[in-house]
């Protein structure tokens, strides 16, 4: 073994959970987290709102140390600097992790995280075991503006994770293998819903391969991929190298007021198609004393009363994310704040 090798085989493990918005990442971590694994288990969780709502939602944590919140931009372009931040304070902290779990942002391009990772400053400390891409069932084919960053998402994964194969009949998990098939030379699939997949298939596995940054869609050619700057060209994904986060627009919300859950059911029911995802930790006159989540991907909609709020005050905070210009933060501004309990029974 070289001296190289042997650096290697010293560092820490990272996995890369990535996956368009919605598609069960957190829900996926949470699974790895609370799994048998008898690891210690360190995690960055990228959202790309202003507000981090994953963070709150990770469960499985001894120290609260252990989960790093990177917010408000894309760990793939805009905050790869506070990406590399964040890994190199894990490593030195005195107590470092086993492992590392990555919850890329559901914008996030991997191919942008997996370069971080081969970096000479990281590549010796890091060994990159796997980028595992999770593939929303019921939603792949919504938000057609968004299937050149899917496939990308798709193309730079060893895994696919098809999630939420409990909200398909069996012969759309056929039609989204076939066009998987049309598209893609090689790939490895499992399918689940809720992210029930063994951790033997999910934890150091070795699976990531440098040459699979070179992996593209089979009608695209590699060179493209990071090379063309030609508008015109039709051959290549264009936009998700540095940029890619400007096709997106953010909107939070804040109040200390409580919100009534059924007005907010009805609310997250009448968004507009031009937003992707929202979710939130909600304070519901309802259920004072716990944290209400708030759920939203594509049309469905889900609230449920999640746990206690531990001692803090609490605070309704809920992000939304969509298409660029098709957020209008002064008209969610107007929906929300009309959930307001005192509002709504006046
Ligand atoms: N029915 C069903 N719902 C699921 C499944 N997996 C996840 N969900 C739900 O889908 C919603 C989004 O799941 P998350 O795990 O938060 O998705 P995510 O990819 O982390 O979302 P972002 O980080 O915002 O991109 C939540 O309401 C989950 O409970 C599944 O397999 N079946």
């Given amino acids: 073994m070289t001296a190289t090798d042997q650096r290697r085989t010293q560092a820490i493990p990272l996995t890369v959970l990535t996956g368009f918005l919605g598609a069960g990442k957190t829900t996926l971590l949470n699974r790895i987290l609370t799994g048998d694994h008898g690891l210690r288990v360190a995690v960055l969780v990228n959202d790309?709102?202003?507000?981090?709502?994953?963070?709150?939602?990770?469960?499985?944590?001894?120290?609260?140390?252990?989960?790093?919140?990177?917010?408000?931009?894309?760990?793939?372009?805009?905050?790869?600097?506070?990406?590399?931040?964040?890994?190199?304070?894990?490593?030195?902290?005195?107590?470092?992790?086993?492992?590392?779990?990555?919850?890329?942002?559901?914008?996030?391009?991997?191919?942008?995280?997996?370069?971080?990772?081969?970096?000479?400053?990281?590549?010796?400390?890091?060994?990159?075991?796997?980028?595992?891409?999770?593939?929303?069932?019921?939603?792949?084919?919504?938000?057609?503006?968004?299937?050149?960053?899917?496939?990308?998402?798709?193309?730079?994964?060893?895994?696919?994770?098809?999630?939420?194969?409990?909200?398909?009949?069996?012969?759309?998990?056929?039609?989204?293998?076939?066009?998987?098939?049309?598209?893609?030379?090689?790939?490895?699939?499992?399918?689940?819903?809720?992210?029930?997949?063994?951790?033997?298939?999910?934890?150091?596995?070795?699976?990531?391969?440098?040459?699979?940054?070179?992996?593209?869609?089979?009608?695209?050619?590699?060179?493209?991929?990071?090379?063309?700057?030609?508008?015109?060209?039709?051959?290549?994904?264009?936009?998700?190298?540095?940029?890619?986060?400007?096709?997106?627009?953010?909107?939070?919300y804040e109040t200390d007021q409580p919100l009534s859950m059924d007005a907010l059911r009805e609310t997250a029911r009448k968004l507009p198609a031009s937003i992707y995802r929202c979710k939130g930790v909600v304070h519901a006159a309802e259920e004072p004393g716990r944290r209400v989540i708030l759920q939203v991907v594509g049309k469905r909609v889900d609230i449920a009363v999640g746990d206690e709020w531990g001692g803090r005050e609490p605070r309704t905070r809920i992000i939304a994310i969509g298409a660029r210009n098709g957020v209008d933060g002064a008209a969610l501004h107007e929906l929300f704040g009309g959930c307001r309990y005192a509002t709504h029974h006046v």
């Fill in 48 to 252: 790309f709102g202003s507000i981090n709502i994953d963070a709150e939602l990770v469960v499985g944590i001894e120290s609260e140390g252990d989960v790093i919140n990177l917010a408000n931009g894309c760990v793939c372009c805009n905050i790869r600097d506070d990406l590399v931040a964040a890994v190199t304070r894990m490593l030195t902290r005195p107590e470092q992790p086993d492992y590392i779990l990555l919850e890329a942002s559901g914008v996030a391009d991997p191919s942008g995280i997996a370069l971080t990772f081969m970096d000479e400053g990281m590549r010796d400390r890091i060994r990159l075991d796997s980028i595992m891409c999770v593939v929303d069932a019921e939603q792949i084919f919504a938000a057609p503006g968004m299937m050149e960053l899917k496939l990308r998402q798709v193309a730079f994964a060893d895994l696919l994770i098809l999630n939420k194969i409990d909200l398909v009949a069996p012969e759309e998990i056929d039609r989204i293998e076939a066009w998987l098939d049309d598209r893609f030379h090689r790939y490895r699939l499992v399918q689940t819903s809720h992210g029930n997949v063994p951790l033997e298939i999910l934890l150091s596995v070795g699976r990531f391969d440098p040459a699979q940054i070179d992996g593209t869609p089979r009608h695209h050619q590699p060179d493209h991929l990071t090379d063309c700057d030609d508008p015109e060209c039709g051959n290549h994904v264009h936009g998700y190298r540095n940029d890619h986060a400007d096709a997106f627009d953010t909107w939070s």
